[in-house]
Structures are given as C-alpha cells and as structure tokens.
C-alpha cells in the first residue's frame, strides 16, 4: 500500500530527521562530564502534519528552577499536540549539569542565564549557551522561557518581557498571567539573545526553586496552550473557556520592602493580594521576646514576590510589590486569570501538587490512561 506523501518537509537537526505528524526525542552533543559521560541537551521535536510557527520553549535554564520542567513534561502530553500546526522545540532540561546538582547554577558556579550567545570552544555552561544559540534560536519564531523565583523566594506567577518588545507583549497578553512585568534588558540572557535576533520571547517566572507547585505549572501550561492557539498552532477552544477577555494589566514598576531590623520573620500577606500604603503586612521579631516591628508597605500595590524564610537580616527582601496605576484593575486581572484555569480534575492535572501543605484540599485525580 502506497503511504500518503507527508505535506511538509521533516525537521532537520544535527544528522536528525522528524517526518511531519511525529514526534521524536533527539540528544544534542554538548559536551563531557568529568566521569566522562556525555553531556546532552534533550530536544523534544513535535512536528505536525501540516504547516505553521516553529515554538521554542525552554525549562531550567537555571537547574533548580523545575517548575518549567514540569510545565513541558505535561505540555508534551496534551492530547491536543496530535494535531499540531507548524513544530513545537521544547527542552525541558536546558541547563542539565545545573540539574543534577539541584543547582541554580552551574558546577563552575557561573550562571547560564550570563553566558548567551556562548561559545563552541568556552567553559561547559559556554557550550550549552552556544547549542541553543545556534542549533534552536535560528529555527524558531518565537519563544517561551519558563523560570522560578530563587530557593525560599516564590513569585506570583507572572510574564516578563522587554521593554519596548511590542511584539513580545502581545503574546504576554495573551499568555494571561496574573501579571505582566516590564524588564530592561540584560546583557548576556537568553532573552536579550532572542532579542537581538528578533525572537519574540516572554519569561514566565512562577513558583520558587526545587518545589513544584500546582498553581503555578498551571498557569504555565495554560499560557503556552494559549499561545499556541493565538498563533494557530492549535485550533481555538470550540467552547470558550476563557468567558471574559480581560486586557491584562501591566506593571512598570516594582519594589522589595526590606527588613528594617534583623529577627523572626513573620509574612500577613499572600502572593496575589494588593495593599494598602502603610498596611501592616508582617512583622520582625527579636528572637529573645522584646519588640516586634511591624513591616508596613510604603506604596500600594499587589504582592508579586516574597521571602517564605523565617529569619531576616536587616536589610534582607521581604515582599516584593508591583505598583500599577489603576490598583483595581489589577486586581480585576489576577482574580480573571484564576478563573480563565481549567478544572483541578482537567486532564493536565494528572498529580496535583500542592504548594502549601495548609492551602485548601487538592482532590486527587485518578492516574493517567497508559
Ligand atoms: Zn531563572
């Protein structure tokens, strides 16, 4: 029997080939460890049957940032990928020595994040840096890098993008985030590489390092898919599960409030909640029972940030506060963006993960058909 003659040409990588309507696992040399093993950066390649954009998305960049991990473990699995217009390039794992050290950073203790374009002849972070730059970047038209706040520092979920990167904000819009973050450009990221080459790329920061937390690998699955629809990668939903389309607001401006003593540290507020100016939104207190000083916001705005340690240096960041200018707005748009979630019992939750051990129940899901 004769085979129905693909429509579009396979991708092609480094000796590798992906017939159009498959998917194929493929390992990029990078390097060697000093065990001598290989190092490796695993590209899962979905090619669709029919034509459309190339989507690079990127996990670990920083190697305790698993959230993003997460997100692209069950980004690949959505049912929705068998009928994928154009090729999805996801690399779940970028930084991959970072990982296995449970390491924001690499053994070198540089960072990756600092390294982009790389080079094929520099350090092993330098040579990883340069394998996205030259093998991914170019075949791609756009971008989506996932990342985390730092170990003890969870961020609301949220997009950063670049200044003046119109085309980038608008997929920033349509990710739908609680919030939007407007970054200056630094130099040596991923995102100015992407920048510099004319990549649209959004930064999707949610969670903190090393945990995964249900809340957060949501909204980033949600936000690719509804990327993808935007550009027609995927069809549109035939029911619209998103009832109101809600122009998300954008913040221009930020600021941590700091310990103003050193103590225990106790937070009164959660992510997502905005304050009032001079609210009382925790407190330090002297370890051996005197005083507690109360931390107060010296703006109004929506906490974006925050430190879950118990102790605080003075000095130390302690709540990280986005100010916009309509406050009500905002808020509009966080609780929309809660709502525009599917079902806890939706497909993609397939082993709900709760953040916080006293948060409200997560039900439990029967496991994923084999
Ligand atoms: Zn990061």
Known sequence: MAATKPKRAPFEIQGHSVVAGTRALINLPVGVFINHAQVDLTLTVIH??????????????????????????????????????????????????????????LPDRRDLNRLFPGSATGSLGSRLARVVTSELVPRCDLVIDLHTGAINRPN???????????????????FNAPVI??????????????????????????????RLDANSIRHGVEGILSVMRHIEMLSQRKTAARKKKIDP??????????????????????????????????????????????????????????????????????????????????????AASNQALPDTNDELDDHPVPYDPFMEEVEPTDPPEV
């Not at 959230?67 to 217009?85: F, P, Q």
């Not at 996801?90 to 991959?96: D, F, T």
């Not at 609301?156 to 349509?174: C, G, H, M, Y």
């Not at 080459?197 to 390092?209: D, F, H, R, T």
Request: net charge neutral; hydrophobic share 40%; proline share 5%.
């Open 48 to 105: 669709g049957r029919l034509p459309g954009p190339t989507m690079l998305v990127t996990g670990c960049i920083h190697g305790d940032e698993i959230n993003g991990t997460e997100i692209i473990r069950r980004l690949v699995k959505t049912g929705s990928m068998k009928r994928l217009r154009g090729t999805l390039l996801a690399v779940s794992i970028v930084n991959v020595p970072a990982f296995l050290n449970r390491s924001r950073y």
């Open 181 to 210: 973050v407007l970054a200056p450009q630094r130099p040596n990221t991923f995102r100015s590489l992407c920048y510099a080459e004319k990549k649209p790329i959004i930064l999707y920061e949610a969670g903190e390092a090393l």
């Open 156 to 174: 609301l979920p949220q997009i950063r993008v670049t200044t003046a990167d119109s085309s980038a904000l608008e997929l920033a819009r349509v």
């Open 249 to 334: 607001i954008v913040c221009e401006k930020s600021y941590w409030e700091r310990a103003a003593i050193g103590g225990i540290f106790t937070p009164l507020l959660a992510l997502g909640k905005s304050v009032t100016k001079d609210e009382v939104i925790g407190f330090v207190a002297d370890p051996f029972g005197g005083n507690e000083t109360p931390v107060t916001a010296s703006r109004e705005g929506v906490l974006i940030g925050r430190t879950n340690e118990g102790l605080a240096d003075e000095g130390d960041g302690l709540f990280h506060i986005a100010v916009f200018s309509n406050l009500d707005q905002a808020r509009d748009q966080i």
